[in-house]
T-cell receptor, first 115, second 109 residues
Framework: DADVTQTPRNRITKTGKRIMLECSQTKGHDRMYWYRQDPGLGLRLIYYSFDVKDINKGEISDGYSVSRQAQAKFSLSLESAIPNQTALYFC??????????????FGDGTRLSIL | QKEVEQDPGPLSVPEGAIVSLNCTYSNSAFQYFMWYRQYSRKGPELLMYTYSSGNKEDGRFTAQVDKSSKYISLFIRDSQPSDSATYLCAPSLGNQFYFGTGTSLTVIP
């Protein structure tokens, strides 16, 4: 089983719908992240969480919300989806232990299309 | 100015060639530097992780950081078709990672 699991893998929906993307991890990491990836723009950070009680906005949080339900679970919601939120979404985790920045470990992504 | 600049390619090389992938960055405070490999329809996977200036080698892969020039490189020796992927550089500072847009590499058998 994958260490970082994202569901669903693909989703097509309509403008205005509420959507939730889910992420679960078995790595035991405290830190979790949500990114979106667009051609030519690379990975951009939406939200991140350093523990269950910690939620922080990233570079492009407008139109998104998150919930950290447990150490292992971090979900991303689009309250009212719009077409320019069509993208590939990735969840990532990292360990908080040790010195310096620990590398991030990614799931295989959710391909979201909003019509 | 973007924090990280990376030539998107695409780059196409014959099998066995030496590949050089590069990024430049603007923030001299970056301390940790990572390279990720991303296959089609998969998430990025960590390839190399280095701290400050210098070289780090792992098998056919060498990561090089030149902080004075704000330049990071990934070299792939004896490239293989299985190396065909997109490569992303990612310097970091504090709790933030700054990803390049990625360079698409194809190794032709």
């Amino acid at each position: 089983d994958a260490d970082v699991t994202q569901t669903p893998r693909n989703r097509i929906t309509k403008t205005g719908k509420r959507i939730m993307l889910e992420c679960s991890q078995t790595k035991g990491h405290d830190r979790m992240y949500w990114y979106r990836q667009d051609p030519g723009l690379g990975l951009r950070l939406i939200y991140y969480s350093f523990d269950v009680k910690d939620i922080n906005k990233g570079e492009i949080s407008d139109g998104y919300s998150v919930s950290r339900q447990a150490q292992a679970k971090f979900s991303l919601s689009l309250e009212s989806a719009i077409p320019n939120q069509t993208a590939l979404y990735f969840c990532a985790t990292s360990d908080a232990s040790g010195t310096g920045n620990q590398p991030q470990h990614f799931g295989d992504g959710t391909r979201l299309s909003i019509l | 100015q973007k924090e990280v600049e990376q030539d998107p390619g695409p780059l196409s090389v014959p099998e066995g060639a030496i590949v050089s992938l590069n990024c430049t960055y603007s923030n001299s405070a970056f301390q940790y530097f990572m390279w990720y490999r991303q296959y089609s329809r998969k998430g990025p996977e960590l390839l190399m992780y280095t701290y400050s200036s210098g070289n780090k080698e792992d098998g056919r892969f060498t990561a090089q950081v030149d902080k004075s020039s704000k330049y990071i490189s990934l070299f792939i020796r004896d490239s293989q078709p299985s190396d065909s992927a997109t490569y992303l550089c990612a310097p970091s500072l504090g709790n933030q990672f700054y990803f390049g847009t990625g360079t698409s590499l194809t190794v032709i058998p």
